[in-house]
């Protein structure tokens, strides 16, 4: 290689790890955003609401069930699937929270706006908890069952549209939290790199904060102040956290709305479907708008869509990028014709969809922890002193106290330590803290099927009701779990994600949830179905624990978690990162030999068929 291109060629790299390429940031007045925007300092009035929002609808959707059956009197496996359909229509609407920040509002404005929309329907809640007329008769559900009324009419739409309204609220901010407080650091900047895997830490650090507090406090105000109290406090606290928003505003460094980023991946499709029957040519060069020349081989460390490399997957949608013969590719339109850093997008999507497939069942262990682990604490010895009695509710604090000193302690003592060895600015690499989550996940339903067998059977055998405590290991183990695989599954998403599509990337990650929570919903009523008899019904079909048979429900669980395991194996394996977006930088070398050496294969084996 001549001397004078190696030089250039190290030049641009140089440059490009640097910063040269900048992202397009602006301040509160729509202005180019100078040094003293972003960074840490601004990132912690995000961590605010984060914390505070957290913090009020945990301590909804953790105590929800026992609303839902003690007040609003819905069965035990209704209230159950009450409880993951709401979870799970949080996590889905994040979808629409992403796509609206990525297209048209930004990040800042979808938070406030949807901020004030989850505010109202905690307050509205409060008064329905608080006003008798619009609840049933009060009525004990274990001991009068049959005879308590169920929520209908007026009652049941007050109670749902409130649910909705939380639920609308906090799933369109979720995802814009994270990506928000992300964009408050130059992803493409190497000195900044650190700073945002740490970021990612804090940002769960803060989530912790606000699920410790609910599960304390929070359900302690409700257990013995009432709920209407407890959602009077969540309303306070998610208006603290609105506060905490405002307050930064002057500090943000924003990110402008893209337009809809659905339209580019349409015409992708369409355009490869057109033009299904065309010979690819040989040479990756020959296709539109691609860049794979000598200075490109180098990542480019930056967001915007337009640095984007060739890459080898689904070679069928290369297609949408051929020229036709007479060179008049100026005629043709966007739907027929796109550039190869177009097409990359899209294989980034499809290429990030199996991971976040691989997620969904350590979710729905997540929804057993909300729901009959919850009813499970019920049923055991709550008593601490005399005077004092643990709510139910509250044990899911303990990992969460576990986990304020973990935390902590994974980014002071772990990280450094696997960087060393690694050489990758976050220790492991994100898909690597996921896998560690998704194997120990398995230990968590293990250790609940068998304190489940022994709280039955001293119950039933022995007359005797075991302590409540029995069943913290299983919080405890999913708790750990949660940290590496929630933080990692961001942290990916965010770093492969593009500029003007950060929230909807990040957005997927909480869709993992909803989908978790769904198929709880799916697989109770299927287990119950499968499972029932004339004599008898199904595993989970009575209100009380005592006739169920929810550690064989457990155990079901764990098997299906230990083939996700597996099957998550196969597909970490499989995926691999686009060099444009590779900044980490060992990492970005390995693949910039790899390019290197594939640009110069152009014989018949890169025919794309």
């Known amino acids: 290689m001549d001397n004078s291109v190696e030089k250039t060629r190290m030049k641009f790299k140089q440059d490009s790890l640097s910063g040269a390429v900048e992202e397009t940031s602006v301040d509160w007045r729509g202005r180019t955003c100078k040094s003293k925007h972003g960074g840490m300092a601004a990132a912690v009035f995000v961590l605010g609401l984060q914390a505070f929002e957290m913090m009020g609808i945990a301590a909804v959707g953790n105590n929800l069930i026992t609303y839902a059956l003690n007040d609003m009197h819905f069965p035990l496996s209704k ?243 051929i020229r036709v013969q007479d060179g008049s590719d100026e005629s043709e339109s966007t739907w027929r014709l796109c550039t190869v850093a177009q097409v990359e997008q899209v294989k980034i999507l499809i290429s990030v969809i199996p991971i976040f497939s691989c997620t969904i069942i350590f979710n729905t262990i997540l929804a057993q922890l909300q729901t009959f682990s919850v009813q499970q604490g019920s049923a055991m010895n709550t008593r601490i002193t005399k005077s004092f009695k643990i709510p139910p509710a509250s044990l899911q604090s303990i990992p969460y106290i576990m986990l304020i000193f973990v935390v902590p302690l994974y980014e002071t003592a772990f990280v450094p330590f696997a960087r060393r060895i690694t050489g990758k600015d976050s220790g492991i690499t994100p898909l690597q803290r996921v896998g560690a989550g998704l194997f120990i996940a398995t230990f968590s339903m293990v250790s609940a099927a068998v304190i489940e067998r022994k709280r039955r059977t001293s119950a039933l055998d022995y007359q005797e009701t075991l302590s409540i405590f029995w069943i913290a290991p299983q919080f405890l183990i999913f708790g750990l779990s949660e940290m590496f695989t929630a933080v990692g599954l961001i942290e990916f998403f965010y770093k492969q994600s593009l500029e003007g599509m950060q929230s909807f990337l990040t957005a997927m990650t909480y869709c993992s949830y909803s989908f978790g929570f769904y198929l709880s919903s799916l697989l109770v009523s299927l287990v119950n179905k499968i499972t029932s008899s004339s004599s008898s019904g199904g595993w989970l079909s009575d209100n009380d624990l005592n006739k169920d048979k929810l550690d064989l429900f457990y155990w079901l669980l764990a098997v299906l978690s230990l083939i996700n395991f597996f099957n998550y194996l196969f597909w970490s394996k499989w995926y691999s990162y686009n060099p444009s977006l590779s900044h980490d930088h060992s990492l970005g070398q390995d693949i910039e030999s790899q390019n290197f050496n594939s640009s110069k294969r152009v014989g018949p084996e890169n025919t794309i068929s």
Not at 86 to 106: A, E, I, K, Q, R
Not at 131 to 146: I, Y
Not at 153 to 179: D, E, M, Q, T, W
């Open 79 to 321: 209230s159950a699937n009450i409880v993951t359909n709401f979870v799970g229509t949080v996590f889905l609407l994040s979808l629409l929270g992403g796509f609206l920040s990525d297209s048209y509002l930004g990040s800042f404005w979808t938070m406030l706006i949807f901020g004030f929309v989850e505010l109202s329907g905690f307050i509205l809640l409060s008064v329905q908890a608080h006003l008798p007329q619009l609840r049933p008769p009060s009525c004990d559900m274990v001991s009068d069952g049959v005879d308590c009324v169920e929520a209908k009419g007026y009652k049941a739409l007050i109670f749902f549209l409130a649910l909705y309204l939380v639920a609308l609220g906090s799933g369109c901010l979720k995802p814009n939290i994270i990506s928000h407080g992300a964009d408050q650091f130059k992803k493409e900047d190497p000195k900044q790199s650190k700073k945002l895997s740490t970021y990612f830490n804090v940002a769960y650090f803060a989530f912790c904060i606000g699920e410790l507090i609910a599960l304390t406090v929070l359900v302690w105000v409700q257990t013995h102040s009432g709920m209407d109290v407890g959602f009077g406090v969540s309303a306070a606290a998610m208006a603290v956290g609105l506060i905490c928003l405002i307050s930064g505003s002057f500090s943000y460094r924003n990110k402008p709305p893209k337009g809809s980023i659905f339209t580019p991946f349409a015409q992708v499709f369409v355009a490869a479907i057109t033009k299904r029957k065309q010979i690819s040519p040989s040479n990756v060069q020959m296709l539109h708008g691609c860049h794979n020349n000598l200075l490109s081989h180098v990542p480019a460390t930056s967001t915007d869509a337009s640095n984007l490399l060739h890459t080898e997957k689904f070679r069928f949608l290369d297609k949408a990028c």
